[in-house]
């Protein structure tokens, strides 16, 4: 670079899960590799790239309201560059839609083709509108660039896609069908970023359980949590999301087994009554997704559970939500994401009959967030006066002079203590608990 040459700046703005904000680190390493530096100044970039989710209604009209900011950005900026990418572009029939509504958006990119990023780059250089959209993915994404080294955590994919078509989701439709990356390549993956200082891997895929289903012989996750299992100097593993209907007793059995395997299970509930779950398509019971709590109790005594829930599906009754408010009593999840059913253009769900008014819908969401809420009181309460190991992640982003970390059940917790212990692992004793925090003393 010449002295003349202004270092460009790239602001890197994500939605929605582990797996999109994976995406936008893979877009932001292609940036860097075209010269571009990372920033959190909008008034300074030169490029922004948005990567957009479509799970919710909720997360489109957020991203559409980021989308239009940008447009008064770039009329003070008529040379900033706006690239929107990943699952609300990936959408059949919404790249069409979207380039109506926002002209000013010099790239589209759909999630299949993320790897060629930098070509559509170049393309859109000449001030050209480019958008590409690919219908169906490559086999899996090894050309492009891996998890951002240098970070004590980092997300792993060890597949893409999704086969299952629970009947409320669009995940199936932007992300294509289920295909698992080799097991070597992500070992190779996890070495690499162990050398450069990472310690705690989350294994991600939209369900983990399904892993290998793919490959001939037969390898699971199981067979990959053992692997990863023995690689020297990595202290944690986690991973996300475990589709209940396919818990396997040898998983639990893997982990119960394993070292570094934290015992905390993300087991999306979505429904606690039998013919809502049948109409989500979700392929459980009731009765079997507890079986299946009860095995993990048995083998894992100390593993926490957190949970996904939908209030509002189409034809829930005030029976059918009863039913899931007292799944959260039997289970007691330490979290639970819960969301209001969002209809999603294209699914199953979206034409059943007897959906839900919205007013009805926040009520029960109401409910359901201060059962659970008064759940994760309870649990937190329940650690007071215990110890538990600790991976120090640095100082809290409340309370700076406080560092933070999380128990193996993936409970953060504050305390006061040396930064030098950051990236280690201590025992904490927890000595006060609200419903969303632990306060927890170093132990000698
Ligand atoms: N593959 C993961 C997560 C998928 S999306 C799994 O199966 O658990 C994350 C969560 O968003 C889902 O678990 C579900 O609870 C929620 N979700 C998906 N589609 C939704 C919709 N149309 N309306 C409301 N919530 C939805
Ligand atoms: Fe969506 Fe179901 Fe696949 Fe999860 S398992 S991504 S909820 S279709």
Redesign the pocket.
Known sequence: MTLLEKEKKVVTITYG?QMSERDAETLTEITRQEGYTSSDDLEDADLVIVNTCC??ESAENKILGKIGDLKKLKEKKPDLKIAISGCMVQQPGALERLQKRAPHVDIWAGTHNLHEFSDLLHRSETGKRVAEIWQEPHQTLESAPLAEKGKLQANVNIMYG?D?F?S????PYVRGRERSRQPQDIIKEIKDLVAAGCKEVTLLG??VNSYGKDFAPSYDFADLLQEVDQIPELLRIRFI?S?PKDLSDKLIETIARGKKLCEHF?L?L?SGSNSILRCMNRHYTREYYLSRVAKIRELLPQATLTT???VGFPGESEQDFAETLKMISSVHYSQA?T??????SG?V?ADMPGQIPLDLKKRRLQRLMSVQNEESYQLRQGMIGKCYEILVEGPSKTNPNRLTGRTRGNILVVFDGPPEVTGSLITLRIVEAGSWTLVGEMVP
């Open positions: 899960c799970v919710r999704c299952n629970c409320y989701c669009i995940v939209q369900n999301t589709h993300h999306p979505q996904d829930i939908i994401f969301f209001m059913y969002s209809k999603r699914t769900a």
